[in-house]
């Protein structure tokens, strides 16, 4: 009995052990070094010139030895300190995860933690997680999945601009807990509190806190001397102990590229969720974790993690829908010519990085840049290094004629799963977070989010669609009826669903303008009124009031909305200061407005009993309460009363 008892736990404490297989041999790098760095300065060279940004370093690594290791550009435009890659610190944002979720795999390697356990089992009573009404409890492997079920909220509060500001991890994580709005391993829903709370596990199961554990079991066995989870934030009781003052004197400086020059920031503090992204390294330090990495976790006689956890940063996790899917934390991107990318990204507001293995090429590849425009150029690098000395070409896929007949099936606006259910959150997620998709006449699917572009044809299976011109992937969901509910990105970073008219941007956006309209006309036929002295009774004068006062509330709502908008492109207004005055001042006017609007309503019918008003004006009058009400609502359906919350 016991025997079997041990099998069970050890089958339960390893979900993904069926699909994992012994990481492969090394590859030795056929890549020149010389023709590795006059390609890699050709594209960062025209990259920082035509895209703006000031400073960037790169390394590419097999596991024994370093091809390049290079900066670009200014650490300091002010004071003209170069990049210097041995020793230059930039923010690396989310790539800080891959550190957590490999001590979270020392910790399963170890049998203290098992994948398939819930996550409450190995949480104190302040952070354990309610069922929110869902049936299934979130697992250890959930989060390495980013399929908690989280919805995702962090404006105001998870990163903040002063130091003065940052609390401890345990505080943070069990004050602002996201709710649960879908079923665990349901849709990826990339979250920054599920890594925040692997990283809480780890810290509490080993006795010391995160930045400490991170130092004594990674960044010391490997000698990353320049790698720090430490933030420059004022000593204090009851926090970690500040970033040394050595490194932080090496700590790029942060740009954003304005009115045609670099505009310099001020230190972000993403400490209050240290484990999923306040880490700072030199393009060096990540050298040597690379090198650890492609050598199946060794490096200089130090062993990062054994070969279960290597199998496991290489296995995608079972039940992942088509598109990117997580092998156990780390990204999976398929790279073109049958090569596959392990990794991850990782963005502050004006850091961009990315972190590439590609097993088949046998290197490790790391950009990073201190400029907000670096994303393309991070996510690209990789890319263009594995087709330029990988064998592979640009792959361009005809459009499908037939897609062109089922445009209906998928054409429409969607809304991603990455964003917040409620409040004012909701409200500004809503407005932000939407894609459309339509179906061109020469047969491709063509998905844009913002300024994002992408054309995709089908893949074969029903509802699977590839790019057009590369190897990514994605998927549509079905509902119970049979209708397209949504698709799974290609990034796994969230599913876009299908949003009803209630919820769609441009629902909101007429509805606006109707109620401006009709608003000012109220408030202008209220002004000319003034001279006719109009017979009324006693409770149309009380209507045309409330009436009045709903319409000058709408209009005053809109100009505080549309202040807010003016502002949130600064960091400081949207990320640091939500919701803000404006938004506030915005939200409670609407609230006012629409229970103003409402006891309008109610009094329509002695309105339209009494005689002082023309039938033609009854009628006008009606409209705009009604109007004025069911706008409130749709506000309301979107989190925009919710000024408390």
């Given amino acids: 009995m016991k025997l079997v008892l041990r099998i069970a736990a050890v089958l339960s404490g390893a979900i993904m052990a069926p699909a994992l297989a012994q990481p492969a041999p090394p590859v030795r790098t056929t890549i020149a070094a010389h023709d590795l760095e006059l390609f890699v300065d050709g594209v960062m060279r025209d990259a920082m010139a035509s895209e703006h940004i000031a400073g960037a370093a790169v390394a590419v690594v097999t596991q024994d030895r370093t091809l390049l290791l290079k900066g670009y550009g200014q650490a300091d435009v002010a004071r003209s300190v170069p990049v210097d890659p041995a020793r230059t610190l930039f923010r690396i944002g989310s790539l800080s995860k891959t550190f957590t979720w490999i001590l979270l795999m020392r910790e399963v390697e170890r049998g203290r933690v098992r994948l398939d356990a819930p996550v409450n089992d190995y949480l104190p009573p302040a952070l354990k997680l309610p069922d929110d ?80 554990l991170v130092e004594r079991e990674i960044f010391r066995p490997l000698a990353m001397r320049d790698a720090t989870f430490r933030e420059p934030y004022p000593s204090r009781t009851g926090l970690p102990a500040p970033m040394a003052p050595a490194l932080a004197a090496r700590l790029a400086t942060g740009y954003t590229w304005s009115a045609g020059s670099f505009q310099s920031h001020g230190f972000e503090y993403v400490s209050r969720i240290a484990p999923a992204g306040s880490a700072s390294a030199s393009a060096a330090a990540i050298a040597r974790y690379m090198q650890a990495q492609l050598a199946g976790g060794m490096l200089d006689g130090a062993s990062l993690y054994g070969s279960r956890a290597a199998a496991a940063f290489r296995a995608p996790i079972p039940g992942q829908a088509a598109g990117r899917t997580w092998a156990h934390g780390y990204m999976i991107s398929p790279l073109g010519n049958g090569m596959t990318g392990y990794g991850h990204a990782g963005a502050t507001g004006f850091f961009l990085s990315n972190m590439v293995l590609i097993p088949e090429l046998g290197i490790g590849i790391f950009v990073t840049t201190n400029t907000d425009t670096g994303r393309a150029l991070a996510a690209r690098l990789p890319e263009l290094i594995a087709q330029r ?148 009774t006693r409770s149309q004068k009380l209507s045309a009031l409330g009436g009045l006062v709903a319409a000058g509330l709408w209009l005053a709502s809109c100009l505080c909305f549309a202040l807010w908008g003016a502002s949130a492109g600064s960091r400081e207004t949207l990320v640091y200061g939500f919701p803000g005055p404006f938004l506030t001042g915005a939200s409670l006017m609407a609230l006012n407005a629409t229970i103003i609007a409402a006891l309008s309503v109610v009094a329509l019918p002695l309105v339209w009993k009494g005689a002082g008003w023309a039938r033609w004006r009854k009628l006008r009058h009606s409209v705009s309460m009604l109007l004025f009400l069911s706008f409130g609502a749709l506000v309301g359906a979107w989190g925009g009363l919710s000024s408390w919350a």
């Fill in 133 to 212: 009404g869902f049936r299934r409890p979130v697992r250890v492997i959930d989060l390495m999945a980013h399929s908690a079920g989280f919805e995702d909220i962090g404006l105001g509060h998870m990163l903040v601009g002063d130091g003065a500001k940052v609390i401890p991890l345990e505080d943070y994580l069990a004050r602002h807990r996201p709710r649960r709005v879908r079923e665990p391993a349901a849709a990826p829903t990339y979250s920054n509190y599920g890594a925040a709370l692997a990283g809480a596990i780890v810290a509490r199961i080993s006795g010391v806190d995160f930045q400490t």
């Fill in 389 to 536: 000395f990988g064998g592979g070409a640009p792959v361009y896929r005809a459009g499908d004629q037939g897609l062109a007949s089922r445009r209906a099936t998928y054409a429409g606006t969607y809304l991603t799963s990455r964003r917040a259910y409620s409040g004012l959150e909701q409200f500004v997620s809503l407005l932000s977070s939407s894609a459309s998709v339509r179906v061109t006449p020469t047969g491709y699917l063509v998905t844009q989010t913002g300024p994002a572009i992408a054309a995709w044809v089908p893949d074969g299976a029903p509802d699977r669609f590839v790019s057009a011109a590369g190897d990514q992937r994605m998927s549509f969901r079905r509902d119970a009826s049979g209708n397209v509910s949504g698709y799974v990105t290609a990034n796994g970073m969230s599913v876009m669903e299908r949003a009803s008219a209630v919820y769609s941007p441009g629902t909101m956006a007429l509805a606006a303008v109707l109620v401006l309209v009709v608003a000012g006309g109220t408030v202008i036929r209220a002004i000319l009124r003034r001279r006719q002295a109009p017979v009324s």
